[in-house]
């Protein structure tokens, strides 16, 4: 089976002016997505909407790696875009415009579950950047004393930690759950609020976050 996630992720965020929104998302849909998918290494795609935190509208990208992006075939539909596109891409109608490009950093590889995964129902997407000096102990606490913890959440599904080829904030992570009442149960919160020793000693207090993270989106396409 060909696999649906890889060591690359593209994420577009942006907000849309309410007169366009209903445009936006039937080209978005109808065109864009599908456009995306038909590139050799783009491996699957959704679109989520914010429930808390943003900017509202997020395109996810599964990547087989983030050379995908460079290739020709990518390059073409920048160079030249439909008309549709050059009416409606979040680039020109779209404020809070965001487009990152990573690499995955954790896991160290993808297990063949994970290959083979859809896109979750539910992600919490958070964006941060700590001070460089601090970058090998924030990957180490963030990978060993904090993630492996996510695992006794009823709901979570998993999750995935990348670097920023282009764009920033450095990092980012996505958390996928099955549901939005993951995100709101007590055991999702005392996970939050944990104490783990490097994490709240040295790192927390050091973190920054974008604006608008962490956000919780809802998967709107596909249904």
């Known amino acids: 089976m060909s696999a ?3 060591d690359g992720l593209l994420m577009v965020y942006c907000e849309v002016p309410a007169p366009h929104e209903e445009e936006f998302n039937a080209w978005y849909n109808d065109e864009h997505i599908p456009e995306r998918l038909a590139i050799p290494g783009v491996l699957n795609a959704a679109r989520y909407q914010a429930v808390a935190g943003g900017p509202t509208y997020l395109a ?3 990547l087989a790696s983030s050379d995908t992006w460079y ?19 979040p680039s020109v109608i779209g404020t ?6 990573y690499r995955r950093i954790y896991p160290a590889d993808v297990p063949a ?20 000096e601090l970058d090998a102990k924030f990957n180490e606490a963030y990978n060993n004393e904090r993630l492996p913890l996510c695992g006794r959440i009823p709901g979570y599904i998993r999750a995935r930690r990348f670097e920023a080829v282009m764009g920033a904030p450095k990092y ?4 996928e759950m099955t549901a939005l009442e993951v995100w709101k149960s007590q055991a999702w919160d005392e996970w939050r609020t944990s104490v783990t020793p490097v994490w709240n000693s040295e790192i927390r207090q ?16 596909p249904e």
């Open 172 to 175: 980012t992570t996505v958390h």
């Open 113 to 132: 579950e994970t290959a083979q995964a859809e896109m979750a129902p539910v992600i919490l997407v958070g964006r941060m950047s700590v001070p460089a």
């Open 71 to 89: 290739t020709d075939a990518w390059q073409k539909w920048l160079k030249t875009p439909t008309p549709w596109s050059r009416r409606m891409s």
């Open 96 to 101: 809070a415009y965001i487009r990152n490009l």
């Open 60 to 62: 996810c990208y599964e």
């Open 206 to 221: 050091n973190m920054v976050h974008e604006a608008g993270s962490p956000g919780v989106f809802r998967r709107i396409f």
């Open 4 to 6: 649906k996630k890889g």
